[in-house]
């Protein structure tokens, strides 16, 4: 007997330690010298920088062993996202869109770490954290810049004898040409609500300007069927739409991207973003990009901040979540995403060499060529509903009730 209570005091011990922290608790493990090892979650809203996303994840374990960031990449991420914040199911670590609406009114309901002063701020641009601040605090880390315009395969318009349209007037010459050599003008997705939205916004700005389309959207008794504005666009949408490809309705936006790198398409009408779904969808020919062209013949772009990352107010691992937020912002880790995603970057010292954008990008800076996008003025949500609408007017072509549906939405 005495043998047996010996071993099952030893045994009553054992458990005894492991359960004073040494036990892996649930969303922890634990490295070889017993520490805890912290597990965080990266909730990313941008499917474009998956991969490369998951190298500085990588990268970053290699320095931090005892910290485990778990990227999250899902379908509809906004709404998914929003659902969480409701739910208060937050994840430690966010992409956001700082220069939105929904951001403002997050920051102010105080989902966000307020970072101001932060040394996880050392290293950006103060002229791209003036852009996004709330209330003078920084709730965001932008950290690249995006632009919008229309992609083309330079290696077939060189071909076909095609110049690169710098007028509207133009665009339609060229759409002509090369519907004449039975190819299809535009890739385009109108299944895709948000990039029916970012195109029909681009298309606005550049075809009645800024402050026309601002004070459009603004003036309860600017009725759309009277406006020249919004004329002017439903004009434009049907010319994008009469020369996509046919089944441009059921398409998303990678099957736009495929049909622009395969060459059957030879122009994409998208954003800067989409330069790694191009070259991973296999983009052989050379290929570049223009300004989305206006009557005037010098196109103006449209963008914002593009990427940028927030911390939950409430983390459990906050001091974790900082250091690799911190991590995101160092020369090394900026200038490998400028390398790969090939956006403008935010952090200094960083430059992005993308030849195929740069005709688009170098306006960013230049006076009068760049323009913020207008949902940023839009109340909360009126971004995604304009996406919504514009996206079903390419589908199902009602005019009418395409503005009737704007008029409720501005409140007409």
């Known amino acids: 007997m005495i ?3 010996t071993m099952m005091l030893a045994v009553s011990a054992g458990c005894s330690s492991s359960s004073n922290g040494n036990t892996n608790q649930e969303g922890q493990g634990t490295t070889d010298d017993n520490t805890k090892k912290v597990t965080i979650e990266l909730f990313n809203q941008k499917s474009e920088i998956k991969d490369n996303l998951n190298q500085i994840i990588k990268d970053f374990n290699v320095e931090n062993p005892n910290i485990e960031v778990k990227q999250v990449q899902v379908p509809d991420s906004r709404k998914v996202l929003y659902a969480r914040m409701a ?29 101001t002063g932060s040394d996880i701020l050392a290293n950006i641009n103060p002229t791209f954290l003036d852009d996004v601040k709330y209330e003078g605090k920084d709730y965001s880390v932008p950290l690249t810049m995006n632009a919008y315009g229309i992609y083309y ?16 007037a133009e665009l339609e010459q060229t759409a002509a040409a090369i519907k004449e050599k039975d190819l299809i003008p535009f890739a385009t997705s109108f299944k895709a609500q948000w990039s029916v939205g970012h195109l029909t916004e681009t298309l606005m700005v550049n075809g009645s300007g800024l402050d026309p389309v601002n004070q459009f959207f603004a003036d309860t008794s600017a009725k759309a069927g009277d ?8 004009a434009q949408m049907e010319f994008i739409r009469d020369n996509s490809q046919p089944d441009a309705p059921g398409h998303d936006y990678a099957d736009a991207v495929n049909l622009f790198a395969t060459g059957e398409a030879l122009m994409l009408p998208q954003g800067i973003w989409a330069v790694p779904m191009i070259q991973q969808a296999g983009m052989q020919d050379e290929y570049k990009m ?17 990427y940028a990352l927030a911390i939950a107010a409430k983390s459990k691992h906050p001091e974790e979540a900082k250091k690799f937020v911190k991590f995101m912002t160092e020369q090394k880790t900026a200038q490998y995403l400028a390398d790969n995603e090939k956006s403008p970057s935010t952090i200094n010292g960083v430059k992005a060499d993308a030849p195929q954008t740069e005709d688009v990008t170098k306006l960013l800076t230049e006076e009068g060529r760049y323009y913020p996008w207008p949902h940023f003025n839009w109340q909360a949500g009126q971004d995604s509903n304009w996406g ?23 409140g007409k």
């Not at 223009?290 to 593009?306: A, C, L, R, T």
């Open 153 to 168: 395969n330079a290696t077939q318009f060189e071909k076909l004898g095609l110049k690169v349209p710098t007028t509207w």
């Open 87 to 115: 739910s208060n199911d937050m994840p430690d670590i966010m992409s956001i869109f700082p220069n939105e609406s929904d951001f403002r009114t997050q920051a102010k309901s105080g989902y966000f770490m307020d970072l």
């Open 388 to 410: 919504a609408e514009t996206s079903a007017y390419m589908i199902i072509k009602d005019k009418k009730a395409f503005e009737s549906s704007i008029n409720n939405e501005f």
């Open 290 to 306: 223009f300004p989305v062209p206006n009557d005037d013949g010098k196109g103006i772009v449209v963008g914002g901040i593009d």
């Open 3 to 5: 043998p047996l209570l």
């Open 227 to 234: 406006s020249a504005v919004f004329q002017k666009l439903t």
